[in-house]
């Protein structure tokens, strides 16, 4: 099997100028696919390869990646914050039963 990443040196030195443009874009939010010199439509590359270049070039847009990462793999449940309100964490709780509040 070849090697997922072979060339890459080699592409990013002849193509100083696409990775500089990749690296420079703000706007996209296209995580896996937006990877320039095929790499965004490269088959042999995972979803999770795919994030191991996204720290390498863009480490600030990682967070949101992973983000996107667990919604395609697991579903959008796991990727998404549950609403609660206080009324109803009060229900659940008693007097042997805390709320705990973790805050990131």
């Known amino acids: ?23 420079l874009d ?7 696919s937006a990877f320039p010199c095929g790499y965004g439509n490269d088959e042999r590359l995972k979803l999770f390869d795919k994030l ?7 480490p600030e ?3 949101f990646a992973c983000q996107k990462y667990v919604e395609i793999e697991l579903g959008k449940l796991y990727a998404e914050s549950p609403v609660a309100t206080m009324d109803a964490l009060f229900a659940s709780s008693d007097n042997v039963t805390p709320v705990i509040f973790v805050l990131s």
Do not use: A, R
Request: aromatic fraction near 16%; charge should be neutral.
């Open 61 to 63: 847009k990682l967070m």
């Open 1 to 23: 099997m070849p090697e997922k990443f072979g060339g890459l040196c080699d592409k990013i030195n002849n193509n100083t100028k696409l990775w500089e443009d990749y690296i």
């Open 26 to 32: 703000n706007e996209g939010q296209d995580y896996f």
């Open 52 to 58: 191991l270049l996204l720290k390498i070039f863009k």
